[in-house]
């Protein structure tokens, strides 16, 4: 599995923007998908997964109410739209996907098997 990540951007705080990852081969609609970002000179760290069917997604406490992981298996793409964003969400954002389907959903950087090149999101104050 390939995946592949857009839509970063400069923005400023309170605004928007809608993060995809495009993913090739087949199996894509078996897996869980997640969203992790990282600051500069900070480790990775989970904000969103949501399961294979696109059901139960889980969220980081930071993000929680503000941003939505979403998936289109015909399109075998996952998208996060982030909104209401805070300067503090500036980083690098990495779309990664878990073979395991969603059951139990696994948010550690170890548990992902593939991962995106990453996309920049700036939110000035």
């Known amino acids: 599995v390939q995946l592949q990540a857009c839509g970063g951007g400069l923005v400023q705080a309170g605004g928007s923007l809608r993060l995809s990852c495009a993913a090739s081969?087949?199996?894509?609609?078996?897996?869980?998908m997640s969203w992790f970002r990282q600051a500069p000179g900070k480790e990775r760290k989970f904000v969103a997964v949501i399961s294979w069917s696109g059901g139960r997604p889980h969220y980081a406490d930071s993000v929680k109410g503000r941003f939505t992981i979403s998936r289109d298996n015909a399109k075998n793409t996952v998208y996060l739209q982030m909104n209401s964003l805070k300067p503090e969400d500036t980083a690098v954002y990495y779309c990664?996907?878990?073979?395991?389907?969603?059951?139990?959903?696994?948010?550690?950087?170890?548990?992902?098997?593939?991962w995106g090149q990453g996309t920049l999101v700036t939110v000035s104050s």
């Open positions: 081969g087949r199996t894509f609609s078996s897996y869980a």
């Open positions: 990664a996907a878990d073979r395991n389907d969603g059951t139990p959903l696994r948010i550690g950087v170890q548990s992902q098997d593939y």
